[in-house]
C-alpha cells in the first residue's frame, strides 16, 4: 500500500523557517517524480513544486522561488521542503504527493498534509 | 500560465440525481486533464486523468468528457459519498500545474 506521511508543521512567525519531510513506502520511491502541493485554510489547490528522482529537474511556483527548496533522499525514500522567509500567505496544510507513472503531473497518490502556520 | 476555471462554484443536488461539473482551460490543454475529488478534512483523490479515463476503483458513475478547452465531470446518479468539493488541473503545459478553484457538490 502507498503511504506518504508528512512531518515538520507548525507555528512560524513571518520571516521563519521549517523543514517539511515526507517519508513514502509501498512503492519504489526512486521511480517516481514527486511534488508539494498547498492548500490554504478554506482555499483551493496551488501547486508548489516538482522533483524528478535523479534531482536533475525541479520546478516551483513563482511565488516561493528564491524563498522554498525541494530536495529528496532516495536512500531514505523521502521527500524535503526547505522553507525560509515565511509570509503569512504561506500558511496553508502541505501535501505530499506522487507523479503517477505515466506522467509526472497527474497526482495519483498524497499524503494527509501538514499544516504551517506562519503568524506573529 | 494556463488558468482553468470550474463552474459553478456551488452545485446543489438530490441524492440520486445527476450531477455535471464544468472546467473550461484558458487554452487548449488536449486531454491533459485530471479531476480530484475532496472530502472535508481529508486530501485529495485522484478520479480521472487523460480526460476520460477513471482510476482503477472509482465507480462506473463518475465519467469524464472534453478535449481542448472544454470539460465535463459527470455524476450519474449521486451517492451520499459523492458530496464533497470536486477539483479540475490541467498537466498538458507546465510548470506550472494548475488547478481550477474547485466546485462544491453539496446535497439538496
Known amino acids: 500500500e502507498v503511504q506518504l506521511v508528512e512531518s515538520g508543521g507548525g507555528l512560524v512567525q513571518p520571516g521563519g523557517s521549517l523543514r517539511l519531510s515526507c517519508a513514502a513506502s509501498?512503492?519504489?520511491?526512486?521511480?517516481?517524480?514527486m511534488n508539494w502541493v498547498r492548500q490554504a485554510p478554506g482555499k483551493g489547490l496551488e501547486w508548489v513544486s516538482y522533483?524528478?528522482?535523479?534531482?536533475?529537474?525541479?520546478y516551483y511556483t513563482d511565488s516561493v522561488k528564491g524563498r522554498f527548496t525541494v530536495s529528496r533522499d532516495n536512500t531514505k525514500n523521502s521527500l524535503y521542503l526547505q522553507m525560509n522567509s515565511l509570509r503569512d500567505e504561506d500558511t496553508a496544510v502541505y501535501y505530499c504527493?506522487?507523479?503517477?507513472?505515466?506522467?509526472?503531473?497527474?497526482?495519483?497518490?498524497w499524503g494527509q498534509g501538514a499544516l504551517v502556520t506562519v503568524s506573529s | 500560465e494556463i488558468v482553468m476555471t470550474q463552474s459553478p462554484a456551488t452545485l446543489s443536488v438530490s441524492p440520486g440525481e445527476r450531477a455535471t461539473l464544468s472546467c473550461r482551460a484558458s487554452?487548449?490543454?488536449?486531454?491533459?486533464l485530471a479531476w480530484y475529488q475532496q472530502k472535508r478534512g481529508q486530501a485529495p483523490r485522484l478520479l480521472i486523468y487523460?480526460?476520460?479515463t477513471r482510476v482503477t476503483g472509482i465507480p462506473a458513475r463518475f465519467s469524464g468528457s472534453g478535449s481542448g478547452t472544454e470539460f465535463t465531470l459527470t455524476i450519474s446518479s449521486l451517492q451520499s459519498e459523492d458530496f464533497a468539493v470536486y477539483y479540475c488541473?490541467?498537466?498538458?503545459?507546465?510548470?506550472?500545474?494548475?488547478f481550477g478553484q474547485g466546485t462544491r457538490l453539496e446535497s439538496k
Open positions: 504527493v506522487r507523479g503517477s507513472w505515466s506522467s509526472g503531473g497527474i497526482f495519483d497518490y
Open positions: 522533483v524528478i528522482p535523479t534531482r536533475t529537474t525541479i
Open positions: 488541473q490541467q498537466y498538458n503545459n507546465w510548470p506550472p500545474i494548475t
Open positions: 509501498g512503492f519504489t520511491f526512486s521511480d517516481y517524480n
Open positions: 487554452q487548449s490543454v488536449s486531454s491533459n
Open positions: 487523460g480526460a476520460s
